[in-house]
């Protein structure tokens, strides 16, 4: 038995029937080929699974496809836009937020996450933020100094666009 969902990711449009138990981080991996999204613990744990379900940062192994029938998805690969890295992406590359890279997408969506919602956090928000995601490389020294360079770079982005607006 198969169910059909529709769903939207990266702002593309797409239908499939999928089995009723297939976790949406497979779907997105195995189905859609987007592997920027990784399997870590498979039990929500350590973060690596990290993607916006409908603007909010959700871990993809905790949620089956079916679940996401109707909503708008965006994965590591839908963040960055006109071949230019986004800023948490950049962030990550000049602070050198990481060493092996597997924890990083969901790092990087995570932190997404709490820059929309607040967009100058103090290190002690970024590092509460970043609790739900394990990384055994860095120390997370690094991670929260690149979550500070985006942060700032998009703050002075936007300052820059709201004075050519005046």
């Given at each position: 038995m198969s169910v059909k969902i529709h769903v939207k990711v990266n702002g593309v449009s797409?239908?499939?029937d999928v089995e009723p138990r297939l976790l949406l981080v497979h779907y997105l991996r195995?189905?859609?080929?987007?592997?920027?999204?990784?399997?870590?613990c498979d039990t929500s744990s350590c973060?690596?699974?990290t993607i916006h379900f409908d603007g909010?940062?959700?871990?993809?192994?905790?949620?089956?496809?079916?679940?996401?029938?109707?909503?708008?998805?965006?994965t590591i690969e839908g963040l960055a836009g006109n071949n230019e890295l986004h800023p948490?992406?950049?962030?990550?590359?000049?602070?050198?937020?990481?060493?092996?890279?597997?924890?990083t997408p969901g790092m990087i969506m995570t932190s997404a996450d709490l820059l929309q919602h607040n967009p100058q956090p103090t290190e002690e928000a970024i590092r509460v933020a970043l609790e739900g995601n394990l990384c055994r490389c860095t120390g997370y020294h690094n991670i929260v100094k690149a979550v500070q360079f985006a942060a700032?770079?998009?703050?002075?982005?936007?300052n820059v666009k709201e004075e050519a607006t005046v």
């Open positions: 797409y239908a499939h195995d189905v859609l080929r987007l592997t920027g999204t990784h399997v870590g973060g690596a699974c909010r940062a959700t871990k993809s192994c905790t949620m089956l496809a079916v679940q996401a029938d109707g909503g708008e998805i965006t948490l992406q950049e962030g990550f590359k000049e602070c050198h937020g990481l060493q092996c890279g597997f924890c700032d770079k998009m703050t002075t982005t936007q």
